[in-house]
């Protein structure tokens, strides 16, 4: 190849600030490092090319000046890359992510199942197959307006993800935790309205109706009976519940649940 005609290698300077890091290698953790590419490339495309997902970005400064995940890099640039901003003002700057979704509604990996029963469980709609493909998982997010849950980074690579969280933790109950705070969501806890095995809505059900669909000790025992609108499943407040709610006050230590 003619000389002329080779592609122009650059560098430009980046560091990433707070939970981006999660990404990142520890050499590289709240630094600022170089980054060699050749063209000229969009911001976005770097970012993600160092490993950084898009729908975890909030604000890029480029030397000071906010940009759009469009802005072509040119080399020699410092460049800035914040996540979501939860206290900071900073609405006159350009903001990358969608606005937050009214209904919070979630569509979880394959590698979540537990995750997905725990939301359920706190009242969120949340849609889970262990079949689901990671475009299905798109699809789905885009056309029912719901924010990816997962553990695979590899699904951000997909530019039409708008609404997505990497969850960090290996454990269940973390999980939860690390989901609340970081949607901000513990104020939006409806517990007992949902269906942990097939997502349905309950609906109360009167007990004259429940003969022979659950144990004769529990009608004599219990007077308030629901019933999933999705699989039909016939839940009351029982030992089990009893359990989850002391679950639900660990988790909620702020919001005890009656």
Known sequence: MDDQHAPISRTSYFRFYEELN????????????????????????????IGVPHTEIDLILVDGVSVSFDYKLTGGERISVYPVFELLDIQPLTHLRPKPLRDTKFVVDVNLGKLALKLRLLGFD?????????????DISLHEKRIILTRDKGIFKYSAVTHGYWVRSDNVDRQVREVL??????????????????????????????NGRVPENALELFAEFFECQGCKKIYWKGTHYKRIVSWLNELTVNNSIN
């Open 181 to 210: 705070q970081r949607l901000q969501l513990e104020n939006s806890l409806k517990p007992f309205t949902r269906c942990s095995y097939c997502n349905g809505e309950f609906e109360c059900i009167d007990k004259n109706q429940l």
């Open 22 to 49: 999660d990404f990142l290698p520890k050499l590289r953790h709240k630094v600022l490092f170089s980054h060699a590419y050749t063209g000229k490339p969009s911001v976005k495309d770097a970012i993600e090319a």
């Open 126 to 138: 949340t849609l889970y197959n262990n079949k689901f493909e990671d475009s299905e998982i798109v």
